[in-house]
């Protein structure tokens, strides 16, 4: 069975940095295709990537926060952390993560994915 | 960026009706593909990935279709278990993105 659970604080002040942690189990994020992305989603609002993190440590982020966001991954402890730095009420969201997984080509897709974490972002 | 625009953004149906959703992609994204379901406070879940393919588990009146820019989410007869939001995302290029969501209510 994989799952992943994300954790953090659930509140914090703006200009702080946020960190947060999805550790997961059942699948290793050293299996070749394999990733880990976060993805948040504001209260009443879509979903947004924000980052993901390759098998080979490979990186991508979303290109409007990018200057804001580092993803890291511990293979070793099954841990993938994201760290968002500056941050300001409009951040208020559940931040998940979630697997990454290839198929055939260039075919690749999010699942499963975690409970969520939802933070505030308030003085 | 690859703007993925669902319709309709809302849409009310009877159970055992059949539903439609469409996504459209700025630019072609092949059959890169995928169209997540979410319920009220939970988590995204994967029904279909790479445009057609039925993610193991999820019931057979889901069904995807396109290619290219043009895509659909059918439902062929729903359930009440299937009113949620659902979402498209394209993962041809980074930035990932996805739709802005289609909500199914019960009429």
């Known amino acids: 069975q994989i799952t992943l659970k994300e954790s953090g604080p659930t509140l914090v002040k703006p200009t702080q940095t946020l960190t947060l942690t999805c550790t997961f189990s059942?699948?290793?994020?050293?299996?070749?295709?394999?990733?880990v992305a976060w993805i948040r989603q504001p209260p009443g609002k879509a979903l947004e990537w924000l980052a993901l993190?390759?098998?080979?440590?490979?990186?991508r982020y979303s290109p409007s926060l990018k200057s804001r966001l580092t993803i890291t991954k511990d293979t070793s402890k099954n841990q993938v952390v994201l760290t968002m730095t500056n941050m300001d009420p409009v951040d208020t969201a559940t931040y998940y993560c979630?697997?990454?997984?290839?198929?055939?080509?260039?075919?690749?897709?999010?699942?499963?994915w975690g409970q969520g974490t939802l933070v505030t972002v308030s003085s | 960026d690859i703007q993925m625009t669902q319709s309709p953004s809302s849409l009310s149906a009877s159970v055992g009706d059949r539903v439609t959703i469409t996504c459209r992609a700025s630019?072609?994204?092949?059959?890169?593909l995928n169209w997540y379901q979410q319920k009220s406070g939970k988590a995204p879940n994967l029904l279909i990935y790479?445009?057609?393919s039925l993610q193991s588990g999820v019931p057979s009146r889901f069904s995807g279709s396109g290619s290219g820019t043009d895509f659909t989410l059918t439902i062929s007869s729903l359930q009440p278990e299937d009113f949620a939001t659902y979402y498209c995302?394209?993962?041809?290029?980074?930035?990932?993105?996805f739709g802005q969501g289609t909500r199914l209510e019960i009429k």
């Open positions: 790479a445009a057609s």
């Open positions: 993190i390759y098998w080979d440590d490979d990186k």
């Open positions: 059942g699948f290793s994020l050293s299996t070749s295709g394999v990733g």
């Open positions: 995302q394209q993962t041809y290029s980074t930035p990932i993105t």
């Open positions: 630019q072609s994204i092949s059959s890169n």
């Open positions: 979630a697997r990454r997984r290839s198929g055939s080509g260039w075919h690749n897709w999010f699942d499963p």
